[in-house]
């Protein structure tokens, strides 16, 4: 962080302050400052790529960077009037955002991966089959949490395996949000204690989970198919 950014934020709100006071009307003010840098920002970057074929390039990337400076400092500026600690705001800000990158990462290593996990599992298409013919028995045997929990388990496990097959082939489609939801719903499953779950490292209400959920479907089925 900039050395001058500080002062020279804090003068610029103190200078404020004296010229136009701090009513509602002025803190407003400078809220939609921070809005129209960032209007400012993206117009630059637009016509950096030259999106308008009408203008063609008309910024650079030091355009941009330009641009984006004064973002900073018009949302400092603003923060000054929200606080008497800016630095100690913006600094407690930065180290809840690492912490939770951090968690983020370990998160994201702590999974099993798709290979050791799927090594052994049936062809896609024979699991999509016994999904469907599944789905039937759990309707009309919905109290059998057993059956209820292996259908949810190896719906999410076979919704991931197909996402995994269009990311390796480069192919965007969607199918990632679906995915996500059957996981999500395994976790519901799990939650409401519809069959066993394995839940380590993380069980059903653990944050990882939460913010993981195909990754809560890897460590369940490694754990299940183990049992097999």
Known sequence: MSTALWPATHRIATTLNEAN?????????????????????????IGMTGQNPRKGITHSRADVADELCDVIIAATVALHSFTDVAPAVLD???????RRLHETEVWLTAWPTPKSVYATAPD??????????AARTVITHSQDDDMSREYWLRKAAVLDRIVLSYEADGV????????ANAARQLIAADREGH?????????????????????????????WANNQ
């Open 172 to 179: 965007p489609n969607g199918s990632d949000d679906i995915a």
């Open 92 to 98: 407690a800000k930065l180290h809840a955002a690492t």
């Open 21 to 45: 006071g701090t009513d509602d009307k002025e803190i407003s003010t400078r809220l939609l400052k921070v809005t129209e840098e960032a209007g400012e920002a993206a117009a630059a970057y």
């Open 124 to 133: 896609i298409t024979e699991e999509i089959g016994w999904t469907t013919a």
């Open 195 to 223: 069959g066993d779950y394995y839940g380590d490292p993380y069980g059903p209400d653990d944050p990882a989970s939460i913010a993981h959920p195909r990754g809560y479907v890897r460590q369940e089925y490694a754990r």
